[in-house]
Structure formats: C-alpha cells, structure tokens
C-alpha cells in the first residue's frame, strides 16, 4: 500500500475512534478530516533569512560559477487542492556556498506569488556545502511559504544523494525525508520538483474551534515527537485507534517536550495535550 492509501484508509478508520471522557477540549489544526497530501514538514530558519527580497522568478547571476538548477512545483491545502496568493521566499548559498547577507541585489534570493493553480518555480544555481563546526551542510535551499489563512512554513530542501545528509541532524531527521527529492532533466538542465502542503489555521472537523497553541513535529514521525507551545504543557496523552493509552508524560511544566515513539507501530494516533490554557487534541502518523 502506497503512502496515500494508507493515510486515507487510516483516517477513514480514524473517523469511528473516540477518546476517553474528559473535560472540555479543543481540536488542533490537525484534526481536519485528513486528505491526501501530507503537509510538509518545518526546518530551522537558519542565520541567513533576510526579509524583503525582490519578486523574480530569475535567480541566477550573469558570470557566476555553478550547475544552473531549476526549481518547480505546486503549494496546496491538506486536500491536495491549489493554494492561491501564497507567498514562497526562498534563500540560499551560491556555488561557493557563500550567502550574500547585505548586498541591495539580494542576490540568490527572490520570492514568488502563486496563482490559481499554486504553481511556483524559478531558476537558480546548485548551493554549495559549507562548513557547520567540523561538518559541511549538504546541499539546501531555505523556504518559508506564507498564505492567508494557513500556518507560515518555514523549511529547507535537500537533494538525493548528497553525501553530507547522513551527517547531518536537521537533514537525516525522519521528518526531513520527503523533503529530499532527486534531481531530473528537463530542457535539458536539471531541475527539482518540491510540492509543498500547508496546514490551514481553522480548527476542528468541519466545526469552529479555538485555536490550539500546540504544535506537533514532526509529523509524520519516526522515532520521536516533539511538542511546543506557548502556554506552558501540563501532561501529554497519546492514544491509539482503539481508544488505548500508550504513551504518556505527565508533571510537565515546560513549553516543550519530546517523546520517544520508535516503539509504537505504524498507525495514526491522538494526542490529548493538557496545557496552562486548556486541553487539545492533535493527531500525528507514525510511519
């Protein structure tokens, strides 16, 4: 069974599941009915970010060194549908893996407004590796996509093959797997091809919520599950299709915590997360 089969057989199975009588909760921004796009996962923001870049679509500079890489694809909701008037910003490192953090020129840098269809693309070089401490970065592009109404992506995209990603712990992260993509010819440059799924700020299955200040990641997860949120955690909860706690941490007192699930199968899974502002439910695949 391929990956989008088994979310949508999942979540389907999902819809009969009830948790435990409680207080009062609301639901996370990820207890939508699920679709058939996975929303795609965070990655750190990095030292480099400058705001206000130029909209341009051509990134590449005359007499610059490096492999012209061509970049493509679609930003869309959780239901696989286009998303338009998202913003997608984007930053990276030249060929000699060199940033340009005050030049007007911006250079390799631009930002892009998608239409109907939440297509974007543009044209650039292949980044270099640099070094981070003793080891080099692989190869990466940074992204932070924007669009009313849902929750700004801040992300980076690596390359198949890169023999620093293995090393590297933001690249080699579970989470950070479907954000390596290969490399194709089309036009006869290479080009990689990033769709990019945003999750929408409504909350609750089809029903007006209050917003949950918790955030899960990644999700899908692995090994662990990371959760932060404004108001401090309380306690976390984590139960399976059948309504059986399986996990839990309790005495919390902290805005962030981590769990390990490498033990549990492959599933979805609620979470029922107790804050200083209420309790929340939020839902995560296990791959």
Same mark, same amino acid.
């Given at each position: 069974?391929?990956?989008?089969?088994?979310?949508?057989?999942?979540?389907?199975?999902?819809?009969?599941? $009830?948790?435990?009588?409680?207080?009062?909760?609301?639901?996370?921004?990820?207890? @939508?009915?699920?679709?058939?796009?996975?929303?795609?996962?965070?990655?750190?923001?990095?030292?480099?970010?400058?705001?206000?870049?130029? *909209?341009?679509?051509?990134? %590449?500079?005359?007499?610059?060194?490096?492999?012209?890489?061509?970049?493509?694809?679609?930003?869309?909701? /959780?239901?696989?549908?286009?998303?338009?008037?998202?913003?997608?910003?984007?930053?990276?490192?030249?060929?000699?893996?060199?940033? &340009?953090? %005050?030049?007007?020129?911006?250079?390799?840098?631009?930002?892009?407004?998608?239409?109907? &269809?939440?297509?974007?693309?543009? !044209?650039?070089?292949?980044?270099?590796?640099?070094?981070?401490?003793?080891?080099?970065?692989?190869?990466?592009?940074?992204?932070?996509?924007?669009?009313?109404?849902? $929750? @700004?992506? +801040? %992300?980076?995209?690596? *390359?198949?093959? &890169?023999?620093?990603?293995?090393?590297?712990?933001?690249?080699?992260?579970?989470?950070? @797997?479907?954000?390596?993509?290969?490399?194709?010819? /089309?036009?006869?440059?290479?080009?990689?091809? *990033?769709? +990019?799924?945003?999750?929408?700020?409504?909350?609750?299955? !089809?029903?007006?919520?209050?917003?949950?200040?918790?955030?899960? %990641?990644?999700?899908?997860?692995? &090994?662990?599950?990371?959760?932060?949120?404004?108001?401090?955690?309380?306690?976390? /909860?984590?139960?399976?299709?059948?309504?059986?706690?399986?996990?839990?941490?309790?005495?919390?007192?902290? $805005? /962030?915590?981590?769990?390990?699930?490498?033990?549990?199968?492959?599933?979805?899974?609620?979470?029922?997360?107790?804050?200083?502002?209420?309790?929340?439910?939020?839902?995560?695949?296990?791959?």
């Amino acid at each position: 069974m391929n990956r989008k089969d088994f979310i949508l057989k999942t979540g389907a199975a999902m819809l009969a599941f $009830t948790l435990p009588a409680r207080n009062n909760y609301a639901l996370g921004d990820d207890q @939508e009915a699920l679709g058939a796009c996975i929303p795609t996962t965070a990655d750190i923001l990095g030292p480099y970010y400058r705001a206000g870049a130029p *909209f341009r679509s051509d990134l %590449t500079i005359a007499g610059d060194p490096g492999t012209i890489l061509n970049y493509r694809g679609r930003v869309t909701d /959780e239901d696989c549908n286009p998303l338009a008037n998202a913003i997608v910003d984007v930053w990276q490192a030249n060929s000699d893996a060199v940033y &340009d953090g %005050t030049s007007a020129n911006f250079n390799y840098r631009g930002r892009f407004q998608t239409g109907a &269809d939440g297509a974007y693309a543009f !044209r650039s070089v292949k980044p270099g590796w640099y070094l981070n401490g003793a080891q080099y970065r692989p190869a990466h592009i940074h992204f932070r996509v924007t669009c009313p109404g849902y $929750t @700004e992506l +801040i %992300t980076q995209l690596y *390359f198949e093959g &890169d023999p620093y990603i293995a090393a590297d712990p933001w690249a080699s992260a579970p989470g950070a @797997e479907m954000r390596i993509v290969p490399l194709g010819v /089309e036009g006869g440059e290479d080009t990689a091809v *990033f769709d +990019i799924t945003l999750h929408a700020n409504t909350t609750g299955i !089809r029903e007006k919520q209050r917003a949950s200040p918790v955030s899960l %990641t990644p999700n899908p997860a692995s &090994d662990r599950l990371s959760f932060r949120s404004g108001p401090a955690l309380r306690s976390i /909860e984590i139960f399976n299709a059948a309504g059986q706690l399986v996990v839990t941490a309790y005495d919390l007192n902290a $805005t /962030e915590h981590t769990l390990r699930i490498n033990y549990l199968g492959p599933a979805m899974y609620f979470c029922r997360v107790e804050t200083a502002d209420g309790i929340f439910v939020h839902r995560f695949l296990k791959e």
